[in-house]
């Protein structure tokens, strides 16, 4: 499968938040390098805008991300 295209940028994938390691690796398996259209991050880059993404947003945070979507669809 292909691979997240934002990976390169995004301090998920790059270990910039603190994340429990084991759920990391998991996370990294099953967005970043899986099904990365469902990534609550990837979802707010791509229709809200990449400076819209909160630092703290993990990839499973789907209703957070839901949020910021409509909030920036105004
Ligand atoms: S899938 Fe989500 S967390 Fe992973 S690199 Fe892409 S935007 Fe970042």
Redesign the pocket.
């Known amino acids: 499968m292909e691979?997240?295209?934002?990976?390169a940028g995004?301090?998920?994938?790059n270990d910039k938040m603190p994340i429990e390691s084991g759920m990391g690796k998991l996370?990294?398996q099953n967005?970043?390098?899986?099904d990365?259209s469902?990534?609550?991050?990837?979802k707010v880059?791509t229709t809200a805008g990449r400076e819209k993404?909160p630092i703290d947003l993990?990839?499973n945070m789907f209703d957070l991300a839901e949020n910021i979507i409509k909030e920036n669809k105004k």
Do not use: D, M, Q, W
């Open positions: 691979a997240c295209k934002l990976l995004c301090p998920f994938f996370y990294k967005y970043c390098e899986g990365f469902k990534c609550a991050r990837f880059a993404v993990y990839p």
